[in-house]
């Protein structure tokens, strides 16, 4: 049984850091992507990152490029995600998900099947 488990959200001030941590766990695919994604209310889930499995190239969406940063600790299976210089407009939750895709697949919140409970960030003074 697939799990995710998203952590590390919380408040922060405009321009503070947060380092998000996405957990993935139960299933044995060979080569797969870590999505990160986050969906403010009434909006769309948006992607922001993925990361190959077999070799930690990560993409990121033309939008999110400059103040997101992904790192991965193979070992624990966690991807991270550090977001820099954050803005009111960051406020969302955060989530997690593993897909078999390709690059310009695996920014389609449509093609994952799984999902975590995901982090909320919340962006205020």
């Known amino acids: 049984q697939v799990q995710l488990v998203e952590s590390g959200g919380g408040l922060v001030q405009p321009g503070g850091s947060l380092r998000l941590s996405c957990a993935v766990s139960?299933?044995?695919?060979?080569?797969?992507?870590v999505g990160w994604f986050r969906q403010a209310p009434g909006k769309e889930r948006e992607g922001i990152s993925c990361?190959?499995?077999?070799?930690?190239?990560?993409y990121y969406a033309d939008s999110m490029k400059g103040r997101f940063a992904v790192s991965r600790d193979s070992n624990k299976n966690t991807v991270y995600l550090q977001i820099n210089s954050l803005k009111p407009d960051d406020a969302a939750v955060y989530l997690c998900?593993?897909?078999?895709?390709?690059?310009?697949?695996?920014?389609?919140?449509?093609?994952?099947?799984?999902w975590g409970q995901g982090t909320q960030v919340t962006v205020s003074s």
């Open positions: 998900a593993p897909v078999r895709a390709s690059r310009a697949e695996c920014f389609v919140a449509a093609r994952y099947r799984w």
């Open positions: 990361t190959r499995s077999s070799d930690g190239t990560t």
């Open positions: 139960g299933f044995t695919w060979d080569d797969y992507v």
